[in-house]
């Protein structure tokens, strides 16, 4: 992609460029499970140890020059995805592969130059960007902690190059302002040049728009649109939002209480769902013409306590069209019959 | 007489050590029983502020001018005298982040109660029978309201909260941001449920948003503002299908649609700062298609169609049909 990537560390690069078929992530059957904190009196009465099942066997495969959405509701277990892929929650099961190396297997001595191929964009840029820092310091100091660029002049150039990526142009004006000086469309610009200043293979970005108004979000969108297709680096937006998912991503998954429900590409999941989460959610998508009133097929309740899974399919119980084997038998994700593309699958007995 | 009138209000901010700023500048509106009506716009276009001057909420550093008439009273006439009688029991507000704002020691239904008391309309187990009631036309099971709000998910926070707003019976809700922290299928959950009390019960309702589809979902009307003032009003069908202000026509281009086909792009630029006059059109230098007439001439709101106005002096262009 570009000079900064060459410059790093050759590991990731070595292995994607000795393997080129394999995919840039491949995530399969991940696990991760938070434990209930139990008080003392529960521990003493040898009260059995209870598991949030947040992410429940996920598995799925991005390509470089990608942008794959991850959708759900709040607590599908999109968000603690994307934390384990980071390392910052350690999975209890499943393998994370990022160019062919599986980052699970890895100690944290031997993750850590990996940690630039993969960098986090956040919801928040009010937040995520130290109010005391100028962007200089913002984007230049994640090249310090991984010991890029031998002097401030180069540091500072390659801060530069991050920032006109980034759509901050000309970048000069903007190295010595603070947060506090800049729109929120423009520090989320400082901090994608901040992610992009490591070359990553693989950008995260957790909610990259929704704190933004509605009128800069298409430019953010837009910005991570042309760095995925002009690089080789592949792009996973956790979103909520089925619109931003439809129109920008290649390939939309969609998780429900820590599994992937339905995927395929974006078209095929917005235009011919099947699974019938999908479908509801699909439904209760407020659309801009006022004329596309259609009656929203809305769920009752709320998803489900992730700590008791429902047994069989875990989205029976919401579910307006389940039967009697949907409690019993659990569906794997599987080619419905009614799909135009061999890449869209499933999860549902009755596709 | 409409039930709720707004004409030429004004509201400015004295913030110290600072410029004083014009956030409203001649806001005008009106409303009739149970009919629904959107105030959109970016944030700091003074669509909040624009409410809480309805309320008679706005902080201590401001000040207001113009008139806010509900039934034919203009309750903004004597300060906090005469919003008083009229606050909660006609005038009900659904506030921004409102199913974080519950009291969490106090049990829901107390919460809910309370109003009542305050306003004199229900007292002890009068006004608790009513918080049950209220709590179910919400949704919510009335044992509920034995329960601390931490019990509660946001979505039943958040009909907690509308329940609250409807303690007293009023006759207009202004809901600020109600669905913006919640997951789409529990915004439809609320939206339904808005909509339903705005046609059952005859509430004129007031949706606060920055969200173009939700507007478009649940209401017949809606404003748009930009720096301070509404530059289009009208039917959100006619806001949609032909705007006759370019702000609100970008804007609809920036919002991602689930079938759209059509490129989104972003608005360049971000909105004036109100801390000093404004020449000419204030989305001058964020238009597509300005005139040179733009640049020192301010656009008034006025008719272009039925039921329809905007500010562009690009409407002039134009022969009214």
């Known amino acids: 992609m570009s000079e900064n990537g060459k410059a790093g560390p050759a590991t990731a690069g070595a292995v994607g460029t000795t393997a080129p078929k394999v995919p840039l992530l491949e995530v399969t059957d991940l696990k991760t499970y938070y434990q209930v904190r139990r008080g003392l009196t ?44 980071l390392g910052m929650v350690k999975p209890n099961n499943g393998s994370i592969r990022l160019n062919g190396t599986d980052l699970v297997k890895l100690d944290e ?16 840029p009010y937040e995520s960007l130290d109010p005391r820092f100028r962007v200089r310091d913002s984007v230049e100091e994640p090249m310090l902690v991984h010991g890029i660029g031998d002097s401030r002049a180069q540091r500072e150039k390659l801060a530069v190059e991050a920032l006109e990526r980034a759509g901050l142009s000309p970048a000069r004006v903007f190295l010595d302002r603070f947060p506090h000086e800049l729109s929120g469309g423009q520090r989320q610009r400082v901090a994608i040049a901040a992610a992009l200043v490591l070359g990553p293979d693989l950008l995260l970005a957790d909610e990259p728009v929704s704190m933004l108004d509605v009128s800069v979000r298409a430019g953010v969108l837009s910005l991570l649109d042309a760095l995925r297709r002009n690089g080789d680096m592949g792009i996973l937006m956790i979103t909520h939002d089925l619109s931003t998912a439809a129109r920008f991503a290649d390939r939309i998954a969609v998780m429900y209480l820590g599994r992937i429900v339905e995927q395929g590409p974006a078209s095929d999941v917005v235009r011919n769902p099947q699974h019938p989460y999908t479908k509801a959610l699909l439904s209760v998508v407020p659309k801009r013409d006022p004329r596309e009133r259609a009656a929203p097929q809305i769920l009752t309740g709320e998803t489900p306590n992730p700590i008791e899974v429902p047994a069989g399919c875990r989205f029976h119980p919401r579910c307006p069209v389940a039967v009697e084997s949907c409690r019993l038998e659990d569906p794997q994700l599987r080619l419905p019959a009614g799909a135009t593309t061999p890449a869209h699958q499933a999860a549902c007995l009755l596709v | 007489m409409s039930l709720l009138e707004v004409t030429g209000l004004h509201v400015w901010f004295e913030p110290p050590h600072a410029a004083e700023v014009h956030a409203v500048q001649g806001v005008s ?183 173009l589809p939700v507007v478009a979902q649940v209401c017949e009307r809606a404003a748009v503002m930009y720096a301070g003032e509404i ?81 562009c002096h690009r409407n002039d262009l134009v022969v009214a049909p």
Not at chain 2, 49 to 58: D, F
Not at chain 2, 248 to 268: C, E, K, M, N
């Open chain 1, 42 to 85: 529960e521990q003493l009465a040898r009260r059995p140890k209870l598991w949030v099942h947040a992410v429940d066997g996920v598995s799925f495969r991005l390509a470089r020059g990608e942008m794959m959405a991850l959708v759900g509701e709040s607590g599908c277990g999109k968000t603690t995805t994307a934390q384990t892929i």
């Open chain 1, 109 to 124: 001595r031997r993750l850590r130059p990996l940690r630039r191929t993969l960098q986090m964009i956040y919801q928040d």
């Open chain 2, 29 to 211: 509106f009106a409303l009739d029983a149970g009919e629904r009506f959107g105030l959109v716009g970016e944030s700091g276009c003074g669509k909040t502020t624009t409410i809480l001057a309805l309320m008679g909420l706005l902080p201590p550093n401001s000040s207001a001018a113009g008139e806010v008439l509900i039934n034919g009273q203009n309750i903004l006439a004597g300060g906090e005298d005469s919003v008083q009688p009229y606050r909660w029991k006609d005038v009900a507000m659904v506030f921004q982040g409102a199913m974080n704002a519950l009291n969490p020691v106090k049990k829901v239904g107390w919460q809910i109660a309370e109003p009542m008391a305050f306003h004199g309309v229900a007292q002890g187990a009068t006004a608790r029978k009513r918080a049950g009631e209220l709590l179910e036309m919400v949704g919510i099971p009335a044992a509920a309201g034995e329960r601390y709000p931490h019990e509660f998910s946001g979505g039943m926070r958040q009909r907690a909260a509308i329940a609250m707003a409807l303690a007293c019976e009023p006759k207009i809700l202004l809901a600020d941001e109600p669905t913006t922290a919640l997951d789409v299928m529990v915004q439809a959950q609320i939206l339904e449920l808005l909509t339903g009390l705005s046609r059952d019960l005859g509430l004129a309702l007031v949706l606060v948003t920055h969200d």
């Open chain 2, 231 to 311: 530059v289009e009003a009208g039917p959100t069908d006619t806001l949609y299908h032909a705007p006759r202000h370019p702000y609100t026509r970008l804007l609809f281009a920036a919002t991602p649609d689930l079938y759209g086909q059509d490129a989104v792009i972003s608005i360049p630029g971000a909105p004036p700062r109100l801390d000093s006059e404004v020449a000419g059109c204030p989305f001058r230098p964020r238009c597509d298609v300005p005139l040179e007439r733009c640049a020192d001439e301010h656009p008034d709101l006025r008719l272009v169609g039925a039921a329809h106005c905007a500010a």
